[in-house]
């Protein structure tokens, strides 16, 4: 009776397992090429080594198994690469000889093991979900598209004529069930037999998370619905948040020093511009930007900007396309205002007005807010309160499922989304 999620991950924890095989392989080459005398000791060395990147990598792959079946290929990609540049970066830190073609070797091998694994799980079985009420592939439409039900993962199929035999469910894992339908004794009792059957029973609403990468939004009367954070992640987040913003400031301040030039001699006001945000656990704090507005613009009424602003500057439009504006927030970040990746830290006014008409709005104040983060990659900037929901419901999938992997994948896509202008204004 496991959940989508758990099924996943003990599908891929015996992927991972069974990838040893990856390792016991490269040491074998290893040995073979220091028998033909092409390589020295220290290439079988290095393989060995490589166990602790390919053990980091089978983690943060597991941690990432509830993301999205359009999201994990790319998730895969960027989860491999990392612990092997961080090894290759940590035999650098402390001198240490090693073979770059040894962990070239192991990461071609690990990547390829985790891809074709994806893969044929895709193939081979996508989950099988019978609709026990009316109407629950037209909700799953409206909320992930008619892509989202395109997925491999999910197979919807209508209910069964006569449900109450949980025989004729057997080929199926796991029911879907409209929570909003009232209850009858006649439904009691059929949900109580596919319980004693062990059948997984999923709303709508988790059926539409696993495949829209969205937490859809409680309704007002769901008085009991709660997120958790992850503490323990947060203090490993924090460390290197710390560590990468103190690692990169040579480069970020030099950039700071002629952005804030440009703007000066662009137009009159000061170079730098703040404005009050609210962060975790709902505290305010001062947020830093270039001011890419003119003077003065940037403190009337709190509002949505908007494509074309016409108060924005040449420098500000330029600044804008490369989010260059965002730079000063990396003091926030040093300061505990922020995170590298979070949700977006809005204005107060947006605060106030969303908390009282929106659900579950105060509950993306759990982690500290971002510079990047799963909803500007997913959706890029909302420009009304309607948009505003959509972005909270990515925002609340980030608070429920935030790991290492899925910080990875939003890094990765902050990039190629910066490199394309998506989103900006």
């Known amino acids: ?174 029911v879907v069930l409209d929570r909003r339908v009232a209850a009858n004794p006649e439904r009691s009792r059929l949900l109580g037999r596919l319980k004693l059957s062990h059948m997984r029973l999923y709303s709508v609403e988790a059926v539409a998370e696993l495949l829209s990468g969205r937490k859809m939004l409680p309704s007002e009367q769901d008085e009991l619905w709660e997120l958790d954070g992850n503490p323990a992640y947060d203090v490993a987040k924090r460390a290197m948040d710390v560590l990468m913003v103190l690692a990169t400031a040579p480069v970020w301040l030099g950039i700071c020093f002629l952005v804030g030039l440009a703007v000066r001699l662009n137009s009159a006001g000061p170079a730098l511009y703040s404005q009050m945000r609210v962060g975790q656990n709902g505290h305010p704090f001062r947020l830093w930007k270039f001011r890419s507005m003119r003077h003065q613009a940037q403190e009337s009424e709190a509002q949505f900007a908007q494509t074309n602003d016409a108060r924005i500057t040449g420098v500000g439009r330029f600044i804008r396309r490369w989010r260059l504006d965002e730079l000063p927030q990396l003091y926030n970040v040093l300061a505990g205002h922020m995170s590298l990746i979070g949700p977006r830290p809005e204005q107060l006014t947006f605060v106030d007005a969303f908390a009282t008409r929106i659900p579950a709005y105060t509950y993306r104040h759990l982690v500290r807010p971002g510079l990047t983060g799963w909803a500007q990659i997913q959706q890029g900037y909302a420009d009304s309160e309607e948009g505003a929901a959509v972005k909270l419901s990515y925002d609340l999938y980030y608070v429920a499922h935030y790991s290492m992997a899925l910080d990875l994948l939003i890094f990765y896509k902050t990039v190629r989304i910066v490199l394309s202008g998506f989103g900006a204004r």
């Not at 992930?144 to 993962?153: F, I, K, Q, V």
């Open 1 to 174: 009776m496991a959940s989508s999620t758990a099924l996943r991950q003990n599908a891929q924890l015996g992927w991972s397992f069974a990838g040893c095989i990856t390792l016991v392989l490269s040491y074998a080459i290893a040995r073979g090429l220091m028998w033909l005398e092409w390589a020295t000791p220290q290439f079988a060395q290095t393989v060995l080594w490589c166990t602790l990147p390919y053990l980091l990598c089978a983690h943060w792959i597991y941690r990432g198994a509830s993301l999205p079946a359009a999201e994990r290929t790319s998730m895969l990609l960027v989860t491999t690469v990392m612990p092997f540049l961080l090894l290759m970066l940590g035999f650098a830190l402390f001198q240490e000889p090693y073979s770059r073609g040894a962990v070239l070797l192991v990461y071609v091998l690990s990547t390829a093991w985790f891809v074709v694994g994806d893969r044929l799980r895709k193939r081979i079985r996508a989950q099988r979900l019978v609709c026990l009420d009316s109407g629950i592939a037209e909700q799953l439409k409206a909320w992930c598209g008619s892509g989202g039900l395109n997925s491999r993962d999910i197979e919807l199929h209508p209910i069964p004529t006569d449900p109450a035999e949980a025989s004729v469910l057997e080929g199926f894992d796991g």
